[in-house]
């Protein structure tokens, strides 16, 4: 069974790529996007929701060569092969993938996260339940927008 260190990585100074455009991109995106704005994005297509978003974008089909100094990379794309090519490609750059969707091709995952201020509160379920841990990170979210705690 894979198991999920749960760590805090300083991202800051480090390049982020995002292979793919679309909603499952945008959804990944708007969390990293609270902790930098050194993303990139390839994809042939990117949605209208994030161009607004003002990140470096090619709009071209992935090639190796995209991965060229990124520190950590997220295979957003609909295709399970080129996914799977993504994250063979990073491997020969040393570079940790997040395949979206798929925890058996994944280096990490992304924990659901409520961030306030900065605090940061990140629920994870080692990728087996992903509704289970959104629900906890919202029970826990509205506890401290309550002022419960």
């Given at each position: 069974m894979k198991s999920f260190l749960p760590i805090n990585v300083r991202?800051?100074?480090?390049?982020?790529?995002?292979?793919?455009?679309g909603k499952i991109a945008l959804h990944k995106i708007q969390t990293v996007e609270k902790y930098t704005r050194n993303i990139s994005i390839v994809a042939p297509e990117i949605q209208q929701d994030l161009h607004k978003r003002g990140f470096s974008e090619s709009c071209?089909?992935?090639?190796?060569?995209?991965?060229?100094?990124?520190?950590?990379?997220?295979?957003c794309t609909n295709?399970?092969?080129v996914n799977r090519r993504i994250k063979k490609d990073a491997a020969e750059y040393g570079i940790m993938v997040n395949v979206v969707d798929n925890r058996e091709l994944s280096d990490f995952i992304s924990?659901?996260?409520f961030k306030k201020d900065e605090m940061t509160i990140a629920i994870s379920s080692n990728g087996e339940n992903v509704k289970k841990s959104v629900e906890w990170r919202d029970k826990i979210k509205t506890i401290l927008q309550n002022g419960d705690l």
């Amino acid at each position: 069974m894979k198991s999920f260190l749960p760590i805090n990585v300083r991202i800051d100074d480090k390049k982020i790529l995002f292979v793919g455009g679309g909603k499952i991109a945008l959804h990944k995106i708007q969390t990293v996007e609270k902790y930098t704005r050194n993303i990139s994005i390839v994809a042939p297509e990117i949605q209208q929701d994030l161009h607004k978003r003002g990140f470096s974008e090619s709009c071209k089909e992935y090639e190796k060569s995209d991965l060229e100094g990124f520190f950590l990379v997220y295979a957003c794309t609909n295709n399970l092969e080129v996914n799977r090519r993504i994250k063979k490609d990073a491997a020969e750059y040393g570079i940790m993938v997040n395949v979206v969707d798929n925890r058996e091709l994944s280096d990490f995952i992304s924990p659901a996260v409520f961030k306030k201020d900065e605090m940061t509160i990140a629920i994870s379920s080692n990728g087996e339940n992903v509704k289970k841990s959104v629900e906890w990170r919202d029970k826990i979210k509205t506890i401290l927008q309550n002022g419960d705690l």
